[in-house]
């Protein structure tokens, strides 16, 4: 399934918590290394630039508890990461806004699915802050809010995603359930049938090897922001 987004352009991410909410967080920064793997797996090369990122007061697997009331997304979700999120909200009830910070994307585009549905059905908001990054399945987690907050700043980037196989999404009938899996969960979102279609065929007319770059406003003309 989808993994992480190649990415070979600087970053450098840091959190603009809303007006209503400011208060002075500490970041560290951290360094993701170039990953190889063979050709043939659903991994690819990953390449990011030193970026900064809010500490926390606790820490579940790539979230990062702010306060009371929000948490962060630094990292790379995978499998274990729907449990870590439950995890983090029995722990801290109230977080209600997920920051997204760095997020290169998933190493399990079916767990990613589970932690969006999570997000959705618990009521919290998503907000890229700007200079913040959100790439390759974890737009499916920032689509995942019941709103959705993109700063001017904010980016963005959409790829087809791969299987073990190294087969894409156009490797597959449209009502395949491999390609459905996506159109239904973002009709979970709150999309419409020609909206979730149309989203998702944006996403793949760019091969996996590749990446689509979006704004906050570039984003905003194919889903619904607040």
């Known amino acids: 399934m989808r993994r992480w987004l190649a990415l070979f352009l600087p970053l450098v991410a840091a959190v603009a918590a809303p ?31 030193p970026a ?51 997020c290169p994307g998933t190493y399990d585009d079916r767990a990613n699915l589970r932690l969006g549905r999570i997000i959705h059905a618990r009521g919290i908001a998503t907000h890229v802050p700007a200079g913040g990054s959100v ?17 001017p700043g904010a980016e963005f980037a959409v790829h087809s995603w791969a299987d073990e196989d190294g087969l894409e999404a156009k490797d597959y009938a449209v009502d395949a359930p491999e390609n459905r899996a996506y159109i ?28 689509r770059w979006l704004s906050a406003a570039d984003m905003g003309h194919w889903v619904k922001l607040n």
């Open 135 to 151: 790439r390759s399945g974890a737009v499916e987690l920032f689509l995942a809010g019941t709103a959705r907050i993109a700063d």
């Open 52 to 102: 900064l990122v809010p500490q926390g007061i606790a820490n579940y697997g790539p979230f990062r508890v702010l306060d009371a009331s929000r948490a962060a997304l630094v990292d790379v979700t995978d499998e274990r990461s729907p449990a870590q999120f439950e995890a983090m909200l029995r722990a801290f009830p109230g977080i209600s806004l997920l920051e997204m910070v760095e």
């Open 19 to 49: 007006a209503a909410a400011q208060e002075t967080v500490v970041y560290e920064t951290v360094v993701e290394e170039t990953v190889v793997v063979e050709a043939g797996g659903s991994d690819r090369f990953v390449a990011v630039a």
């Open 184 to 211: 239904d969960y973002y009709r979970e979102m709150g999309m419409t049938a020609p909206e979730a279609r149309a989203f998702y065929a944006m996403t793949n007319s760019v091969p996996n090897a590749d990446a």
